[in-house]
């Protein structure tokens, strides 16, 4: 199971989504996309990623929140 300093250091890499980046997610983690992004998603959230890379992951937590946004709107 990747820790969360190996998911924080594969999305500073890759930080856009692509087809690629899913091939990419499999090849290092040996895990599906969906979830290396459940994962990432938990990881965000603790204190140990946030003192790791704080910017990374202040912009990944508004990501999510922008995304969990969007999906409350369209289902609404």
């Given at each position: 199971?990747?820790?969360?300093?190996?998911?924080?250091?594969?999305?500073?890499?890759?930080?856009?989504?692509?087809?690629?980046?899913?091939?990419?997610?499999?090849?290092?983690?040996?895990?599906?996309?969906?979830?290396?992004?459940?994962?990432?998603?938990?990881?965000?959230?603790?204190?140990e990623?946030?003192?790791?890379?704080?910017?990374?992951?202040?912009?990944?937590?508004r990501?999510?929140?922008?995304?969990?946004?969007?999906?409350?709107?369209?289902?609404?």
């Open positions: 199971m990747p820790t969360t300093i190996d998911l924080l250091d594969f999305e500073e890499a890759w930080p856009r989504w692509s087809g690629r980046k899913d091939e990419a997610i499999r090849a290092r983690f040996e895990i599906p996309p969906a979830r290396y992004f459940q994962l990432l998603g938990r990881a965000i959230q603790t204190r990623a946030l003192e790791a890379r704080p910017m990374l992951v202040n912009r990944l937590r990501r999510w929140a922008s995304d969990s946004s969007s999906a409350q709107r369209r289902a609404g």
